[in-house]
């Protein structure tokens, strides 16, 4: 499904992502995991094009995607949603989710205008569906500024869906929430999968990346220094070595 | 000073107001896409305007060709100004947008006086009628045709922001740039088309004005920047209400400043009231966090 070759990322003198090489197979729930700054989140900003590549390649399904601009890529099936939530404020929940749906029409390649100006009969049946899915239905006509902080969660993860991707990223989607949700969005996620869509988990919450994902990858200094199941990964030396050294570094700082 | 002399004013100041609003409606859309200031708007606009006035000179066109010759023109110069001012930088480097467009603005007034050298020259009336009467008060047809265009193009535009999927798109990309091309939002390309629909309506606005003036210079475009300028803050940067809401109010107070202290005062008014806004008061009349002017945008238009 998505293929990182030595998948490189510098800033300057810092080598935020240096030479990953992922693979991850159609249908799968892939973690990523690592310690803060480990470049987790440059890695989803360099496959989603919102970051240039330094060197490397980046294939989806087999396709070259490194030099796309962003919103072709897009189109052409991977979504995502953000760390720190970005959705469109000023418009309302069902206009978020109506925006996203451009995202299909283009995948469609009706004309830049009939796109915009046009409405899709579809359209409005997909979102009604998708606001049924996350719990919103009754939120529709509100502005998306003024939902509550696991709502916007739940729309921001409803408007990735609605461009129907093959692979979705989700940037640490468990942030800032309480046990009961977490338990909501696991269930989500294991339904997305089971929808047929790849999904690439970026995640905090070990209890939760542990119990769901299928493979896991460890990011420590932009370098890959694990992988394997949740299981192979944890008993990892390496592994326990990047956690708890960081872990023994910050206790010596603050003593 | 009677009642009627103020309500005359207020008339006057309403329909140059008209003017003002479809400028700084056109002010703002590039605002609040680009998140940086074209300066090169008003010089646009007169470019626009002097081929329409070339044509009128050189082939006797008549009105209605004029103003498509000034829209056409103004909208293709402002494809040309995003090309050069904002295209090649980022948001990263807003000064170098700015300062790109003043270069424009200076290579523009040079095209065009190379064009008309004469510095008036003639632009077709609008309507040639006597003013209306209306109990004591005056109103020129011409102005009328002024406001009603303003009302119908800010309708228009508030309805394409509002109900239209171009419209959403333009809202997300001003509300978040990235978010817009994570869901396939061709973002490079909506900020095109607003910049061209921006520089549309600021042709709309320049032919009006040239019209009801019946003839024009190259200063127009000084003008209609100073002008935009000044409204689109009174309302409050990146919101088309306020635009519109912050030209009306700007021509009522030079007509008043006008009528009470002379006509040598009137631009005096629209320069004073940039420094106090600047200074004091940067939210404007749809009131927002005078400091955090890029959220402010984000929530408005």
Redesign the interface.
Known sequence: MLELQNLSKYFGGVRAVDSLSLKIEPGQIFGLIGPNGSGKSTTVNLITGLLGVTNGSIRLSGEEITRLPTHVRLSSGIARTFQNIRLFGQLTVWQNLWVAENSRAQRERTSFLARWLGGESGARARITKALEFSGLSHKANELAANLAFGEQRRLELARAMAAEPKLLLLDEPAAGMNAEEIGALDERIRQIRDSGITVLLIEHHMELIMAIADRIAVLNFGQKIAEGTPAEVQANPAVREAYLGTAETSTRGTA | MTAVDLAQNTLDGLMVGASYALLAVGFTLIFGVMRRLNLAYGPTIMAGVYLGTAAFISLGAPTLVVLVVVIIGAALVGLYVERLCFRPFGEGARAASMVASFALWMQLEEAATHLLPQHMNPFPPLLATQPLEIGPLLLRADHLVMLAATLLIAGAVTYLLAR???G??I??V???P??????????E?VMMLTFVLASAIGGVAGFLIAATDGQVTHMIGMWATTKGLVAMMLGGLGSVKGAIAGGLLLGILEAHAQWFLGPQVRDMVAWGLLFVLLAFWPGGLMGAKALDRTMAV????
């Open positions: 239209t999927k171009l959403l798109a809202r997300a001003i509300d978040q990235r978010a817009a091309a994570i869901v396939g939002i061709h973002v390309r984000g929530r408005r238009v």
